[in-house]
Every structure is written in C-alpha cells, then in structure tokens.
C-alpha cells in the first residue's frame, strides 16, 4: 500500500509536469523590468523585487501561473501594492548571512529561467565616531568607511526626523569622498537619526527582451540619534 501511494505520488507529478504549458506564465509580448535589492544591516540580509511592464518606469507586474523568483534558493513571497509606491517592493525573503551572493532566478515562461547576481561578501560600511550628538549645517563631519568602494558604488548619509509626522522629510547629506566628510545644508534644527548607507548598483546580467533591469546592494549602518543645531 505504501509503494501504491509513493507511485500515485510520482504519477501525479509527472502529469501536473506534462501539463505545464506557455499559457501557465505571463504574456512573452510583454517585456518586464526586473528591479532587484539586498539590504543588509547589523545581522539581517534580506532580498527583495519588483517587475515593471516594459521598463523602469512601467506599471508594477504581479507574477502570474508558475512563474516565480527566488533568491538563494529561497522563493520571494508576495505583497500586494496598496498604493503606487507602498510596499516598495512586491516581493521579498530573507538571505542567510553566511550567504556570499546574491542570486536571483525569475522563472519567465516555459523552459527560460533569467538568472542575476551580485557579490555582496566585499561591500563597505559607513560609521561616525559614537560621541557625535550634535550636527551644524556648513560644517562637516567625519566618517570612516570599513573598506574599499568598488565600481559604481556610492556613499548616501540620510537625516531621517526621530518624530514621524505628515510634513515631516528626509535630508540627504553632501558626500566629500576625497576627505571622507559630509557636510548638512538647509536641514532644520531638531532631532535625527543619520542613515548611512552605501550603495552598490548594476545592470541585471540576463534580461526579458529589451526591458532591462537593475540590482541594487544597501548596506547600512544607523548611526546615534544626533541633534542639528
């Protein structure tokens, strides 16, 4: 009885197998844009993505049929968009920290798997000395970066307000790579958390047609909550 079930079992895969067809996955006349990301922070690694009709600025695309993408080896679950920018991405799973790429693999259609990756084991990381509590717009500011920047990759140091309110904004620093400082301009006085982050951007390796895509790495340190004056 229990060999029976095991070939029942077999049996079924292999006709749900033979059945797969073209009509299974989303339209090959649409092209889609595959926008990917890692983000990395303290001992998280996670891996997210969004499809765009035609380009980068085309419609999100929600995966139909059996199409799916993983990262890792781990499939990507999906979150439906409740507004055109919220969640920043559809999907979304986790990277073991041990993991020293990142691998991408979006089952398009039939028999054409687009495979994208990233080295992320050699990115730096930005930090500011723990004694820093006060900021002044003119005046910069130190940082250290743990290693070398590679290609294409930049240095983002964000103001983000400690209080969330409906006017509340974010302010982006000016970056000196040559004396490794950033220097604030126009942020209001109050209370910040400083975001640091450095970014690491490339163009996808297989793409869908002519659509194109993007990978991007954010490694990011949150540094003190610190006072502009």
Do not use: W
């Amino acid at each position: 009885m229990k060999h029976t079930s095991i070939l029942l079992t077999l049996l079924t895969t292999l006709l749900l197998a033979s059945c797969e067809s073209d009509s299974d996955y989303p339209d090959t006349q649409i092209q889609l844009y595959q926008q990917y990301e890692v983000f990395i922070q303290d001992n998280s690694k996670a891996g997210f993505a969004n499809f765009r009709n035609g380009g980068a600025d085309g419609e999100r695309f929600h995966l139909t049929g059996d199409s799916k993408v993983s990262v890792n080896n781990h499939r990507m679950l999906y979150t439906p968009s409740t507004s055109a920018d919220y969640p920043e991405f559809n999907y979304a799973s986790f990277i073991d920290l041990t993991d020293q790429k990142a691998k991408f693999e979006f089952k398009r259609s039939k028999g054409n798997t687009l495979k994208n990756e990233v080295d992320i084991s050699d990115i730096a990381y930005v930090t500011i000395p723990d004694n820093v509590r006060n900021l002044y717009n003119g005046t910069p500011v130190e940082f250290t970066l743990s290693g070398t920047l590679g290609n294409n990759d930049n240095i983002r140091v964000m103001l983000v307000p400690t209080v969330v309110t409906e006017n509340a904004a974010t302010y982006e620093a000016d970056v000196n790579y040559m004396n490794n400082t950033f220097t604030l301009t126009d942020v209001p006085t109050g209370r910040y958390n400083v975001r640091l982050d450095v970014v690491r951007t490339r163009p996808t390796q297989e793409n869908d047609g002519n659509a194109g895509g993007v990978i991007r790495v954010i490694r990011r340190k949150t540094a003190v909550e610190v006072s502009v004056e």
